[in-house]
């Protein structure tokens, strides 16, 4: 079974720029969350997707963060302009619908924002 | 206050010790636990799942969940090497969030 893939895996950008991440989750996942992981701290959910819509963006920051899913299936998340702060590794995650404490991660986008 | 309070860690141990990880957490009503390990430049990979109170045993892995104590555990017996990785204790109100991680080395 083929795991959650993730694109680009390294990134760097300059502030004030825009970047694009891209995530294919498992076959037949419903659910699709990005998280933000910040060095030493856990994953923060950022959105979390049920097919199309969105469940939860409620830390998103919606000013410069964007997230789309279309189809149901694969997901982009964008940042325009991007801050000093938004260095960190961006990964994504799929669930099966109803289970959604089983969380498949792909192996993250590592962005550093000079 | 944070909803998941993870030890920090750093923990360096020898190969064949028993490592013991622990998180607290702030909301009683919480019913599900996780552990998350997580490898270097990799994602989170879930570990052990438990319900409500008890212990779950899966090979040298034991997590425990105390929930008058609002205090979970995960023990692991007979550490390898190959056990170096963070561990990321998660608990899921609608949505897991999870604590800061806890760095292990296994020493050969």
């Known amino acids: 079974e083929a795991g959650v893939a993730q694109s680009p895996r390294y990134k760097i950008i300059e502030k004030r720029q825009s970047v694009a991440f891209w995530c294919n989750p498992i076959s037949g996942h419903a659910t699709l969350y990005w998280y933000q992981q910040i060095l030493g701290q856990g994953p923060k959910l950022l959105i979390q997707f049920q097919n199309n819509g969105v469940v939860d963006d409620s830390q998103l920051p919606k000013d410069r963060f964007s997230a789309e899913r279309l189809k149901g299936v694969d997901s982009t998340l964008k940042i325009q302009p991007a801050k000093l702060e938004d260095s960190a590794v961006y990964l994504c995650a799929s669930s099966l619908a109803g289970e959604e404490e089983k969380l498949f991660f792909g192996s993250g986008t590592q962005l550093s924002v000079l | 206050q944070k909803e998941v309070e993870q030890d920090p860690g750093p923990l360096s141990v020898p190969e064949g010790a028993i490592v013991s990880l622990n998180c607290t957490y702030s909301?009683?009503?919480?019913?599900?636990f996780m552990w998350y390990r997580q490898y270097s430049r990799k994602g989170p990979e879930l570990l052990m799942y438990?319900?409500?109170?008890g212990n779950k045993e899966d090979g040298r892995f034991t997590a425990q969940v105390d929930k008058s104590s609002k205090y979970i555990s995960l023990f692991i017996r007979d550490s390898q090497p190959s056990d170096s990785a963070t561990y990321l204790c998660?608990?899921?109100?609608?949505?897991?969030?999870f604590g800061a991680g806890t760095t292990v080395t296994v020493r050969a």
């Open positions: 438990t319900y409500s109170s």
């Open positions: 909301n009683s009503a919480f019913q599900y």
């Open positions: 998660a608990i899921d109100d609608y949505k897991l969030s």
